[in-house]
């Protein structure tokens, strides 16, 4: 009993269950760069990787922000702030994550391999940058966006500046409900000396930008079905992610958050999985 409930504290640390939210765009990647189903050694190699970058990240991330947390009464009850987990056994756990990471990129391809240390430092970066720019919310669409690079790199060996387009997608995606996920924290990141793009430039703004970046999510998944001479099925996925995507800035108004985690955990879960399952419809029919 003590192990599962020690097991279910570490992904409640890392929450695991947001996983959905990278691990689809992944697939995506995966599906357009083989054409079809990749091999079944590739798709665990896949998850694995996947799924040891984000631990890696967000074990990373509770460790260098347990200040932070500590002081901040939305998260002074996570687990380190709270001392239900110490550092050194968080310190541990991302370590063996990082290892898991690269020991599915040396078994995936020589150039995963090679640009494994780069994604590492990527995804470490973040938790650093809110503390002297508000362009960290764009630093971390660039470690999520890593996913559909790195499974392009993992099924093809190389990279194809095509996938580029999903990739940049990603990037604005996340940037934007990245930002709307800030709205909640604004005032204390000002009085702590943090940066935001809504600790800067206020609700009002953020919530254009952050639309703003979404308009930009949805040409450029556009624009990848046009590149990659995908289908109809496509196109429907993307009419339906569009009517989520303004189901989500419905929402958030600049003073009212109350139905802001609605808009980042279910509408941002939601779009994920309907490119993968559109994009897979598309490709497998």
Known sequence: ??????????????????????LPFAFTSAIIAAGGLPAI???ILITIAMVSARTAAMGMNRIIDRDI????????????PAGVINVRD???????????????????????FKL???????????????????????V?????????????????GSLDLRILLLVIGI??????????????DMDFDRTNGLYSIPQTFGPVKSLIIARVCHFMTWGLLIGT???????VFYYIGMGIVTGLLIYEHSLVKSNDFSKLNMAFFNMNGYISVVVFVFSALDIFL
């Open 1 to 22: 009993m003590n192990i599962i409930k020690n097991i279910t504290l570490y992904l409640k640390m890392i929450k695991f269950e947001h996983s959905i939210f990278a």
């Open 41 to 43: 050694k590739q798709i």
């Open 69 to 80: 947390d500590k002081r901040n009464p939305r998260t002074k009850n996570r687990e380190i």
């Open 90 to 112: 968080a310190v541990i756990f991302t370590a063996l994550s990082v290892i898991c990471l690269i020991i599915s990129a040396y078994f995936l391809n020589p150039l995963c």
């Open 116 to 138: 494994s240390p780069v994604a590492i430092i990527i995804l470490f970066i973040y938790s650093y940058t809110k503390r002297f720019t508000w362009f960290s919310h764009v």
């Open 140 to 156: 971390l669409g660039i470690a999520i966006s890593l996913a559909p690079m790195g499974s392009w790199i993992a099924v093809t």
């Open 171 to 184: 990037i604005f995606w996340l940037t934007g409900f990245d930002i709307l996920y800030a709205l909640q």
């Open 225 to 231: 079905g046009v590149i990659f001479h995908l289908g």
